[in-house]
Structures are given as structure tokens and as C-alpha cells.
């Protein structure tokens, strides 16, 4: 088949899930997307996942983003054409769409791209199922009535010891005012989309301050540091939020949890 010059072949088994990693993740840096493709068994070779990536840049599909210049690597968004393609090819969200504008503003470069190292903790560990992201999550709540309260940063399907464990993830960057964590508090009490919650701090402070504001909640929430987190994964020391509760491996509280809602 011949194709007019400057035409853009579109492939559905490669571009198309590339797209689909960047505009889930909202902002990811190049090396990001290439452990998630290669993760994935999409672009196995990082020169050909380089070559795909500038390929979408070029393309108008993809763009780097003017705080990328603060990162060794370039940070890559999707456009709203690229938006627009997608939309096209079927994949359609309702909490975004092509006429939503930026997906991202540059003050939450950091939380974004923090949630895909998250994400490759598990993935490289082969402790995940299945993520979906915070745009994914919100676009579910809204068309179905499963109970949610909350849109998580990300819902992961975590295996460990052989068990499938559904976590709802968020990752606090910076400490909130209380009023907002009244708000969470009362959220988190409402939602049943999931029983196990994880809370990821960016500092020992931050963690300290929702050690306090989340204590007490009817629901199983573990805390931790987003480092601890992505080092020692099953082993990290997770807080959980019922005061005089033990301190104990993520692997473990994953256990309790699970066997609670038997």
C-alpha cells in the first residue's frame, strides 16, 4: 500500500500503547517510558524505544514539557492531538478528552512522575498485576457506581505470596491544610471501591503528619516513605493507621488486610 508523502503510519500494537503511557501517567520522563514499554514487551531495545518516542514527539503527538529542563532526561506529555488520536482509535476517558487542555500543570511534574517510579517498583519486582492511574481511576467512578469515594492516584493489582491484593495508592508530596485532610478522612470512610489502602510520603515529615491525620479511619491504611517504598518493597516498614498497632512488613500488612475482609 502507498501512502501521500507525510504520512504518519499509526501502528495499534506499539504507538498506540505508547500514547496510552503517557497520557496515563500525565508527565514521564524518556527513561520511564522505556522500562515501561520494555516491561510491557513493546520496545524491548531502548534505541528502538527512542527512535518510537522521537518518532510521536515529531509527530506533534507528544511534547516535552518546559520543566523537564529541571531533569537530566526529557519529561514527555501528550498532546491534544495526541489525545485527539486516541480518541479516534476508541480510547476515550470521560474525566479527560482533547478539549480538557493541559493534562498536567508544571507543579505536579514531581507527583507524577514519582507515581510511575512507584508503578516500576512493583512492575520490576513482578509484583504487579494490573495499574490504573488516577485518570483512569476518576473516568471509572464516573461512569460506574461501585461505591467509590476516593479518585486514588492509582488502583494496583498487587501479587505477593501468590495472592492478589487490590490497593488503592496515594502519594502525598506535600503536607495539606486540615481542613483538607477532614475531607479525606471523611472520603476514605465512605468509599468501598477497595478495603486496602497505601499511603506513600515523600519525607519522614510528611509521614508524620499523616500518621496523625489518618489515624482512626475504618478502613486497612498502611504509610510509608515513597523511598522505603520502591527500595525494600514486601520488606518496607508500614505504618499502619489503628494507634497501638505493630509496625510491620508491607508484605505482612498486605496479609492482615487480606484476611480481615474473610
Keep these: 500500500m502507498r501512502y501521500r508523502k507525510g504520512h504518519i503510519a499509526i501502528s495499534e500494537d ?3 500503547p505508547t500514547l496510552l503511557h503517557v497520557r496515563n501517567a500525565r508527565a514521564i520522563t524518556l527513561d520511564q517510558l522505556w522500562q515501561l514499554l520494555a516491561h510491557d514487551k513493546i520496545e524491548e531495545s531502548r534505541r528502538s524505544a527512542q527512535w518510537r518516542i522521537a518518532r510521536l514527539e515529531k509527530s506533534g503527538l507528544i511534547e516535552r514539557m518546559d520543566a523537564g529542563r529541571f531533569f537530566r532526561q526529557p519529561v514527555f506529555t501528550i ?3 495526541g489525545m485527539s488520536l486516541l480518541e479516534y482509535r476508541g480510547y476515550t476517558l470521560v474525566s479527560v478528552s482533547s478539549e480538557t487542555g493541559r493534562l498536567l500543570p508544571n507543579n505536579q511534574i514531581f507527583h507524577a512522575l514519582e507515581l510511575v517510579n512507584i508503578r516500576l517498583a512493583l512492575a520490576n519486582n513482578g509484583a504487579l498485576r494490573s495499574w490504573r492511574s488516577e485518570v483512569e481511576v476518576a473516568s471509572r467512578n464516573l461512569v460506574y457506581s461501585s461505591g467509590a469515594a476516593k479518585d486514588y492516584d492509582a488502583l494496583a493489582e498487587i501479587v505477593c505470596e501468590g495472592q492478589i491484593h487490590t490497593v ?9 491544610a486540615s481542613a483538607r485532610y477532614a475531607e ?15 499511603y506513600l510520603a515523600s519525607s519522614f515529615d510528611v509521614l508524620h503528619v499523616l500518621a496523625i491525620e489518618l489515624r482512626g479511619i475504618p478502613r486497612h491504611i498502611g504509610l510509608m516513605t515513597s523511598e522505603q ?8 516498614s508500614t505504618i499502619p493507621n489503628v494507634p497501638g498497632d505493630d509496625v510491620v512488613p508491607f508484605g505482612e500488612f498486605l496479609a492482615l488486610a487480606s484476611a480481615s475482609t474473610r
Aim: hydrophobic share 35%; charged share 30%; glycine share 6%.
Design 14 to 16: 506499539r504507538d498506540v
Design 79 to 81: 498532546t491534544n492531538l
Design 168 to 176: 488503592g495508592i496515594e502519594y502525598e508530596r506535600t503536607v495539606k
Design 184 to 198: 479525606i478522612r471523611e472520603a476514605l470512610s465512605r468509599d468501598r471501591s477497595v478495603n486496602t489502602i497505601l
Design 229 to 236: 517504598f520502591c527500595g525494600d518493597l514486601f520488606s518496607a
